[in-house]
Nanobody, 119 residues
Framework: QVLLSESGGGSVQPGGSLKLSCVAS????????MAWFRQGPGSEGQGIAF???????VYIDDVRGRFVIFKDNAKNTLYLQMYNLKPEDTAKYYC?????????????RGQGTQVTVSS
């Protein structure tokens, strides 16, 4: 059974930082394409940061330069370090994992962790 468990969310002021963690069980992070998706109030879920099994990272324009996706294979854990947070980053953040070549729509997903950015 695959389980992705996110943590690290919370409330922060604009300009602040947070580090999200996703501990995986039932799959090996180093063998999967991993990503962080987020879903804000009244919006659809969106992939914001992607990490291929070989280590290539891709970001959407809204977070590039502010967020860093990385993994610790020894801990089987995916991370999202977020800097200079903005109110528009407020959303529930989900850890997602899929096999190479499959669709993100069919990927494994955690329960999410809430991030709220406000003054």
């Amino acid at each position: 059974q695959v389980l992705l468990s996110e943590s690290g969310g919370g409330s922060v002021q604009p300009g602040g930082s947070l580090k999200l963690s996703c501990v995986a069980s039932g799959l090996i992070v180093s063998e999967y394409s991993m990503a962080w998706f987020r879903q804000g109030p009244g919006s659809e879920g969106q992939g914001i940061a992607f990490l291929e099994s070989i280590g290539t990272a891709v970001y959407i324009d809204d977070v590039r330069g502010r967020f860093v996706i990385f993994k610790d294979n020894a801990k089987n854990t995916l991370y999202l370090q977020m800097y200079n947070l903005k109110p528009e980053d407020t959303a529930k953040y989900y850890c997602v994992a899929k096999t190479f070549g499959s669709s993100w729509a069919l990927a494994y997903r955690g329960q999410g962790t809430q991030v709220t950015v406000s003054s």
